[in-house]
T-cell receptor
Framework: AQSVAQPEDQVNVAEGNPLTVKCTYS??????LFWYVQYPNRGLQFLLK??????LVKGSYGFEAEFNKSQTSFHLKKPSALVSDSALYFC????????????FGTGTRLQVFP | DSGVTQTPKHLITATGQRVTLRCSPR?????VYWYQQSLDQGLQFLIQ???????AKGNILERFSAQQFPDLHSELNLSSLELGDSALYFC??????????FGAGTRLSVL
């Protein structure tokens, strides 16, 4: 079965510092991986996806993610964090064997301090 | 704005009642997905429709049902509500298995 794990419930980082939000996956076949962000009282916003190609994927708001097949990881990164990046981040894998539903991780709350 | 519209934003109701949540997908998207977000279960897939037909079921209770209409909007019906059904319900739409775009959600409170 397809699954993703987000090992950290919360990540704290100072504004201007680089940030990393971790995600590992378990899939059979090629992984289709996504990152979404959820701000308070809002829906999930798509950040980026990995289907195939370059291991470094660039997305919205200056975020990028690094796909690592050997470590089965898809960590979200940003070189310089902003206070406004504080939100809940979800990693997800698409299940191509079951009509493309998304399977989400448990989420990581990112707190960026001024 | 994702282009996916969900109404209402908030619903407060009592146990045993029935409610209907509505979703209008992005223009041109044929697939609609429903997800439930709760503190204890996280984000869980409920059901998917594609061009009016049910395509997949996830962790959806028998008390819950959904449909997609010819104009592609979808409704999620929740009946015999229990306290544990209190959650955020999201609708998402996509074009042919591509990126899923989410609505702002409906927050259901069962008292």
């Amino acid at each position: 079965a397809q699954s993703v794990a987000q090992p950290e419930d919360q990540v704290n980082v100072a504004e201007g510092n680089p940030l990393t939000v971790k995600c590992t996956y378990s899939v059979s076949g090629n992984p289709y991986l996504f990152w979404y962000v959820q701000y308070p009282n809002r829906g999930l916003q798509f950040l980026l996806k990995y289907i195939t190609g370059d291991n470094l994927v660039k997305g919205s708001y200056g975020f990028e993610a690094e796909f690592n097949k050997s470590q089965t990881s898809f960590h979200l990164k940003k070189p310089s964090a902003l206070v406004s990046d504080s939100a809940l981040y979800f990693c997800a894998v698409r299940d191509p064997y079951n009509t493309d539903k998304l399977i989400f991780g448990t989420g990581t709350r990112l707190q960026v301090f001024p | 704005d994702s282009g996916v519209t969900q109404t209402p934003k908030h619903l407060i109701t009592a146990t045993g009642q029935r409610v209907t949540l509505r979703c209008s997908p992005r223009s041109g998207d044929l697939s609609v997905y429903w997800y439930q977000q709760s503190l204890d279960q996280g984000l869980q897939f409920l059901i998917q429709y594609y061009n009016g037909e049910e395509r997949a079921k996830g962790n959806i209770l028998e008390r819950f049902s959904a449909q997609q209409f010819p104009d592609l909007h979808s409704e999620l019906n929740l009946s015999s509500l229990e306290l544990g059904d209190s959650a955020l319900y999201f609708c998402a739409s996509s074009a042919a298995g591509d990126i899923q775009y989410f609505g702002a959600g409906t927050r259901l409170s069962v008292l």
